[in-house]
């Protein structure tokens, strides 16, 4: 009988199953009740109904793979963040405000307005008719999504600095579905599933993007409006799935895994090949559209990254068993500026230098970054940082490192003493499970659903995401102001600073800039979070405190029905100056959150309510369906933060700006009383800045 099988045969039959499917059989006796939040179940047939990517570090969690499920079927959103330049977040609606507003400079950011810049989590605009998304990524210029359909659309512009592609005011914000070749049916158009054009796997580089199909063909995009060129190479073997089954052949070799678009590179890992490095490619200035395939004849094979592992050992050759033994098998890389850095299943990480022509004479084991425990390692980045995960722990590490240990192989070949491998506080035994880099800021994502964000947003850009519409809601966070850039404090990575998606919380912090209860009393205050580090610092742990757990009050915490709560990240990107991220939101519990709070203004005579423009999400509106005029004074209590509309408060309303009692013993000068900590003062680790 079925229940007598080993559970090993069992979970081989599950995969066939589509989810009704599944719960229905394993209701049906105890033995099976046992495997219904099985984890090899849950996240294929997450992966392969939503195309959503694996997540290494979480990939045997069960009960967060079921959840994901279930959510995805109404509630994937996608938010994003920073610089909005050539478009690229997918906003259109500051450019209406700045049309309202006028021209507004911000101070210490050279030729920067509020139109370009974006420092609170909007969501992208004209998603809603896209379907589920289930991946998003940040390119140089560019956001891009990838549906449940398998149809790619990109915000922006992919190549910045050519005149390949512009952003017009015609174009709108997007996101605009990347096109095929004339001979091919885009998946988007085509009434059938076709394997050839639904992409299964994509990567967004600086300049291009690279998309493996379900079929394995590869395919790159060079500019939004140009269709895609299918991407062949003259000495690798590639091999594709049948069109009629795509039922997985006996052997893997030749066989795409993996296409990741690096910062001037292409590249794929192929089974039985290893890592494959190419120049990105695009049609000739001669060259029409009908062209639908390029042919590589210059590729680098990066040494050493082809071994794959084999059911009876006793079969391979020395070489590959010492290969085997010595490097193992690649589970993951990532394409750097100058390098390729990969992690085995033995626990190992390696690195590889391009030279001239992108050539790659060897690699070298990082010693620094060993995993001698057996458990799995994983390597995320780009361009010049990323992060290894071992055992817990999340070392990020830049690009010099890199280099001093390359320059150290002939006198330092053990790489003893090389300084560059950090260990943020926030981000060690935490659950981080994935990293997203940016030029100078990156993102973490957490298992709880939760990102946090670390480093420099170069004029202000708002790419940490970290609230406000200017300078003081960001400094109240823990942003540091200086020549034009806004750097993090080194406060905020003991605990770090949470991306807030809560419209709520955005009033919130801009009350408390604002001066809250009573400016005046506040100035002297607020004056020292400008003047002093330290105090400012501190202050924006304080406000990270009490920003946090809004979900997680007992009068709303009844409409958290998976535990989730209302915003849970479910992946996270970065590039250049800007960032994304794809959101599942419980609403019914967002609007409990919302409710809880607005209370009654007896002061203010009830006017009526404003019914909600649907689709508006300028950050304008306060998110109870309530309008709000852009160009009110700004002591009018809703553009102070205080009020959602006449006649309501936020409960926020009657609180003064927090008063201090501060690590070295000083007080913050005022009238009110002092303000407690809601989690305990914390011990920061100051030196873990960056």
């Given at each position: 009988m079925l229940p007598d099988l080993p559970v090993d045969i069992l979970v081989l039959i599950f995969p066939y199953l589509d989810a009704r499917s599944f719960l229905a059989l394993t209701s049906t006796c105890k033995a099976f009740r046992e495997l219904r939040l099985d984890a090899t179940y849950w996240s294929h047939v997450t992966q392969t109904t939503f195309r959503v990517p694996n997540q290494p570090v979480v990939e045997h969690d069960g009960v967060r793979w079921q959840k994901l499920y279930r959510r995805m079927l109404t509630q994937s959103h996608v938010f994003t963040w920073g610089s909005n330049a050539h478009s690229r977040l997918g906003h259109r609606q500051q450019q209406q405000i700045q049309s309202l507003l006028g021209p507004r400079r911000i101070p210490g950011r050279p030729g920067?307005?509020?139109?370009?810049?974006?420092?609170?989590p909007i969501e992208m605009e004209n998603m809603r008719d896209l379907g589920i998304i289930a991946d998003l990524q940040c390119g140089g210029w560019s956001t891009t999504v990838l549906n449940s359909k398998g149809t790619l659309y990109t915000a922006g512009v992919l190549d910045g600095q050519t005149m390949l592609e512009f952003t017009s005011n015609a174009d709108g914000p997007g996101p605009h579905p990347l096109r095929f070749p004339a001979s091919y049916h885009s998946a988007a158009s085509a009434p059938y599933h076709e394997p050839t054009t639904e992409i299964r796997h994509f990567s967004s580089g600086r300049q291009?993007?690279?998309?493996?199909?379900?079929?394995?063909?590869?395919?790159?995009?060079?500019?939004?409006?140009?269709?895609?060129?299918?991407?062949?190479f003259m000495h690798v073997e590639l091999r594709e799935m049948s069109s009629h089954t795509l039922s997985p052949e006996p052997s893997l070799y030749g066989r795409v895994k993996k296409v990741l678009a690096g910062w001037s590179l292409s590249s794929a890992y192929i089974y039985g090949t290893g890592i494959v490095v190419w120049n990105p490619v695009r049609r000739d200035a001669n060259e029409d559209a009908h062209v639908d395939t390029k042919l590589i004849v210059d590729t680098v094979e990066i040494p050493k990254t082809g071994y794959q592992r084999v059911k009876d050992a006793s079969r391979e050759s020395e070489d590959d068993a010492a290969l085997g033994r010595d490097v193992g098998f690649v589970l993951n890389y990532v394409m750097l500026e100058n390098y390729v850095v990969f992690v085995t299943d033995i626990g190992r990480v390696f690195c590889a230098k391009f030279g001239e022509g992108n050539r790659v004479d060897g690699v070298l084991e990082l010693r620094a970054l060993r995993n001698e425990t057996g458990t799995l390692s994983d390597v995320q980045g780009s361009f010049r940082n990323f992060a290894v995960f071992k055992n817990g722990e999340v070392i990020t590490i830049h690009q010099d490192y890199l280099d001093a240990c390359w320059d150290a192989q002939t006198h330092n070949p053990e790489q003893t003493g090389i300084e560059g491998l950090k260990r943020i506080p926030a981000l060690q035994q935490n659950d981080v499970i994935s990293v997203s880099f940016g030029d100078y800021h990156f993102l973490a994502l957490h298992s709880t659903g939760k990102i946090t964000s670390y480093g420099t947003e170069l004029q202000a850009c708002g790419a940490l995401g970290l609230g406000g519409d200017g300078e003081p809601e960001g400094r109240i966070r823990g942003i540091r102001y200086a020549g034009g850039e806004g750097k993090l404090l080194p406060h905020a990575y003991t605990h770090g600073r949470q991306v807030w998606f809560e419209p709520e919380k955005k009033k919130w912090i801009t009350y408390m800039t604002s001066g809250a209860k009573d400016p005046d009393e506040a100035k002297e205050r607020m004056q020292l979070a400008v003047t002093d580090r330290r105090a400012q610092g501190e202050l924006s742990e304080w406000i990270e405190q009490e920003g946090r757990d809004w979900d997680?009050?007992?009068e709303v915490r009844t409409a958290d029905d998976d535990g989730l709560g209302s915003y849970f990240a479910l992946s996270v990107s970065a590039a250049g100056w800007h960032s994304s991220a794809i959101v599942l939101v419980n609403e019914a519990l967002a609007a409990r959150v919302r409710a809880r709070c607005i209370v009654r203004d007896p002061?203010?005579?009830l006017e009526e309510e404003v019914e909600e423009k649907e689709g508006d999400s300028s950050g304008r509106q306060s998110g109870h369906g309530l309008t709000l005029d852009p160009i009110s004074s700004f002591l009018d209590p809703i553009v102070h933060g205080a009020s959602p509309q006449k006649g309501y408060k936020y409960v926020w309303a009657d609180k003064s700006f927090p008063r201090l009692r501060l690590r070295d013993g000083r007080e913050m000068p005022g009238e009110v009383a002092f303000d407690e900590w809601r989690f305990g003062r914390p011990e920061w680790q100051l030196s873990a800045g960056m």
């Amino acid at each position: 009988m079925l229940p007598d099988l080993p559970v090993d045969i069992l979970v081989l039959i599950f995969p066939y199953l589509d989810a009704r499917s599944f719960l229905a059989l394993t209701s049906t006796c105890k033995a099976f009740r046992e495997l219904r939040l099985d984890a090899t179940y849950w996240s294929h047939v997450t992966q392969t109904t939503f195309r959503v990517p694996n997540q290494p570090v979480v990939e045997h969690d069960g009960v967060r793979w079921q959840k994901l499920y279930r959510r995805m079927l109404t509630q994937s959103h996608v938010f994003t963040w920073g610089s909005n330049a050539h478009s690229r977040l997918g906003h259109r609606q500051q450019q209406q405000i700045q049309s309202l507003l006028g021209p507004r400079r911000i101070p210490g950011r050279p030729g920067g307005f509020r139109n370009t810049q974006c420092a609170f989590p909007i969501e992208m605009e004209n998603m809603r008719d896209l379907g589920i998304i289930a991946d998003l990524q940040c390119g140089g210029w560019s956001t891009t999504v990838l549906n449940s359909k398998g149809t790619l659309y990109t915000a922006g512009v992919l190549d910045g600095q050519t005149m390949l592609e512009f952003t017009s005011n015609a174009d709108g914000p997007g996101p605009h579905p990347l096109r095929f070749p004339a001979s091919y049916h885009s998946a988007a158009s085509a009434p059938y599933h076709e394997p050839t054009t639904e992409i299964r796997h994509f990567s967004s580089g600086r300049q291009h993007i690279l998309g493996l199909s379900d079929s394995g063909k590869i395919w790159t995009w060079y500019a939004k409006h140009h269709p895609a060129l299918q991407v062949k190479f003259m000495h690798v073997e590639l091999r594709e799935m049948s069109s009629h089954t795509l039922s997985p052949e006996p052997s893997l070799y030749g066989r795409v895994k993996k296409v990741l678009a690096g910062w001037s590179l292409s590249s794929a890992y192929i089974y039985g090949t290893g890592i494959v490095v190419w120049n990105p490619v695009r049609r000739d200035a001669n060259e029409d559209a009908h062209v639908d395939t390029k042919l590589i004849v210059d590729t680098v094979e990066i040494p050493k990254t082809g071994y794959q592992r084999v059911k009876d050992a006793s079969r391979e050759s020395e070489d590959d068993a010492a290969l085997g033994r010595d490097v193992g098998f690649v589970l993951n890389y990532v394409m750097l500026e100058n390098y390729v850095v990969f992690v085995t299943d033995i626990g190992r990480v390696f690195c590889a230098k391009f030279g001239e022509g992108n050539r790659v004479d060897g690699v070298l084991e990082l010693r620094a970054l060993r995993n001698e425990t057996g458990t799995l390692s994983d390597v995320q980045g780009s361009f010049r940082n990323f992060a290894v995960f071992k055992n817990g722990e999340v070392i990020t590490i830049h690009q010099d490192y890199l280099d001093a240990c390359w320059d150290a192989q002939t006198h330092n070949p053990e790489q003893t003493g090389i300084e560059g491998l950090k260990r943020i506080p926030a981000l060690q035994q935490n659950d981080v499970i994935s990293v997203s880099f940016g030029d100078y800021h990156f993102l973490a994502l957490h298992s709880t659903g939760k990102i946090t964000s670390y480093g420099t947003e170069l004029q202000a850009c708002g790419a940490l995401g970290l609230g406000g519409d200017g300078e003081p809601e960001g400094r109240i966070r823990g942003i540091r102001y200086a020549g034009g850039e806004g750097k993090l404090l080194p406060h905020a990575y003991t605990h770090g600073r949470q991306v807030w998606f809560e419209p709520e919380k955005k009033k919130w912090i801009t009350y408390m800039t604002s001066g809250a209860k009573d400016p005046d009393e506040a100035k002297e205050r607020m004056q020292l979070a400008v003047t002093d580090r330290r105090a400012q610092g501190e202050l924006s742990e304080w406000i990270e405190q009490e920003g946090r757990d809004w979900d997680k009050d007992p009068e709303v915490r009844t409409a958290d029905d998976d535990g989730l709560g209302s915003y849970f990240a479910l992946s996270v990107s970065a590039a250049g100056w800007h960032s994304s991220a794809i959101v599942l939101v419980n609403e019914a519990l967002a609007a409990r959150v919302r409710a809880r709070c607005i209370v009654r203004d007896p002061n203010v005579p009830l006017e009526e309510e404003v019914e909600e423009k649907e689709g508006d999400s300028s950050g304008r509106q306060s998110g109870h369906g309530l309008t709000l005029d852009p160009i009110s004074s700004f002591l009018d209590p809703i553009v102070h933060g205080a009020s959602p509309q006449k006649g309501y408060k936020y409960v926020w309303a009657d609180k003064s700006f927090p008063r201090l009692r501060l690590r070295d013993g000083r007080e913050m000068p005022g009238e009110v009383a002092f303000d407690e900590w809601r989690f305990g003062r914390p011990e920061w680790q100051l030196s873990a800045g960056m």
